[in-house]
């Protein structure tokens, strides 16, 4: 979710100078080159981290906070985005964002692992907010579910 939206910014930023003759053909070619480059970066980084698909995800919706990043650091972000896949994974089934009893009881998991590790807490809320749609987003797009 986070490298998306990262993603589509820079690719909506592009087209709209291309729009506006802010840039020529050229430079838009360079620009979607330079966008392709950043997204296998960011494939990779997953691979370097040691994080799988999901993890990364996670790894992703948490350091979202840079304060959080720099406080905690890569490793305490690598085993809470594990722990946040074992989460879901236990919680999550079919119709789970359908169902409120199991949204809580995520969002409380969610909550409790973020008091464990020590994240900041002025950006607990908006960092439960970005684990539960990435969950979502997961959920439903990759058929990541209850195993």
Do not use: H
Request: aromatic share 6%.
């Amino acid at each position: 979710m986070i490298q998306g939206k990262s993603f589509a910014e820079m690719l909506e930023r592009a087209i709209n100078e291309y729009k506006n003759r802010g840039i020529d053909t050229l430079q838009v070619i360079e620009e979607l080159l330079a966008l392709a480059k950043k997204i296998s970066d960011a494939d990779k980084r997953g691979e370097r981290l040691g994080l799988s698909e999901e993890e990364i995800a996670f790894y992703d919706a948490l350091a979202d906070n840079e304060s959080a990043l720099e406080i905690l650091g890569n490793e305490t972000l690598r085993l809470m985005a594990a722990e946040l896949v074992r989460i879901i994974r236990q919680n999550a089934g079919v119709d789970w964002t359908l169902r409120k009893n199991i949204q809580a009881k995520i969002k409380v998991s969610v909550k409790r692992l973020l008091k464990k590790y020590g994240y900041p807490p002025d950006k607990q809320k908006l960092a439960t907010d970005n684990v539960l749609k990435q969950a979502e987003l997961l959920c439903r797009d990759a058929g990541f579910s209850a195993t």
